[in-house]
């Protein structure tokens, strides 16, 4: 299992796909983990989405409160809403007329999981990871986002131990909107920094 | 924030009793580069092509996930150990070198995976290529 002959080849030959079948069921064999218990870490893992993330966010735009007690300690702020983020430090980075926010990894992938889900495959490509730190703008442009020059970009790389999220700006024209309907317009993409939540039609 | 570096990959920035990869840290600021320490070198355009994660990637990280839990050493006589970390998981994926690039995400996480248990003598090598050569 050291190396296949090629890497290529051997994705294509599922090696990998059989490595992962081959240690599954090693494992399972020596009672060091369940079948069951793979199922059930497999079905936790497919309901952390972005939806929490937007649920948070939803919230910090109808409550000042929330959000300045967002701001100050995000992991206490988030476990207010009955999220588990475990022992991660969260920094909550707020987008204003002034500054935009975007966050990634350049050394892997670190992600806030647990109010995101899993990552996109663009933010674990190289391509993201190498270039949003030196041409945000061109980045974020590759989005569909053109950001106004006024505008600074701040780029915020995670690490294993410390995740961020961003908190857009509540977008015009959403005064008395439900935090239901609130909810509904924060995109993924938005808490990441490569997108702006949608305002209504027009605005 | 991730400073910018004009250099190359690894061009020149070799300090002396340094190994070819290493790690980041105070006193290595000036060590080459390793394959996934990205940040402010050139590439490409960003694709925005997303694939479902597969099923055996998500099983990965649940087993990998499940194993970090100290608790669960016991199973594999190693009481109160974690059996994974994810420091180590990254490290194993680092020290692939030009493989780094060519593995997907997923397909260096399985082969984080198994190195870890073999490193600790949860899994041996033969048995793994025996249990995968049987699998279609």
């Known amino acids: ?203 | 924030m991730t400073p910018a570096d004009d250099s190359p990959p690894g061009a020149g920035l070799a300090v002396a009793g340094t190994q070819a990869v290493t790690t980041a840290g105070a006193d290595t600021a000036r060590a080459p580069r390793g394959p996934h320490d990205v940040g402010g070198l050139p590439a490409g355009p960003v694709s925005l092509e997303e694939h479902a994660i597969t099923e055996w990637e998500t099983r990965c990280w649940a087993i990998a996930t499940l194993l970090r839990d100290p608790a669960r050493g016991a199973r594999a006589g190693r009481p109160g150990q974690a059996l994974t970390g994810l420091d180590e998981s990254r490290r194993h994926g680092e020290e692939l070198g030009d493989r780094y690039r060519v593995l997907s995400y997923g397909e260096r996480a399985v082969h984080a995976l198994a190195r870890m248990l073999v490193r600790r003598g949860v899994l041996d090598e033969a048995e793994i290529t025996r249990t995968l050569d049987a699998i279609r």
């Open chain 1, 1 to 203: 299992m050291n190396h296949p002959v090629a890497d290529a080849a051997a994705t294509e030959n599922g090696y990998y796909r059989r490595l992962q079948a081959a240690v599954e069921e090693l494992l399972i064999l020596k009672g060091i983990v369940g079948r069951d218990e793979i199922d059930r870490e497999v079905a936790a893992m497919e309901e952390r989405s972005y939806r929490r993330g937007a649920a948070v966010v939803a919230h910090a735009w109808v409550d000042p409160a929330y959000r300045e007690r967002l701001l100050a300690d995000g992991a206490a702020a988030v476990r207010e809403l009955g999220i588990e983020i475990g022992a991660l430090h969260l920094i909550v980075v707020e987008n204003t007329p002034a500054i935009h926010n975007v966050i990634v990894c350049t050394l892997c992938s670190c992600y806030p999981r647990a109010l995101l889900g899993m990552p996109p495959d663009w933010y674990k490509n190289i391509e993201y990871r190498s270039r949003v730190v030196r041409e945000p703008r061109a980045v974020l442009r590759e989005f569909g986002l053109t950001l106004p020059e006024p505008v600074s970009v701040r780029v915020h790389d995670s690490t294993a131990d410390m995740r961020y999220l961003v908190l857009p700006m509540r977008p015009a024209g959403t005064e008395g909107w439900s935090e239901a309907q609130l909810l509904d317009i924060v995109s993924r993409d938005a808490l990441v920094g490569v997108a702006l939540p949608r305002g209504p039609e027009g605005s």
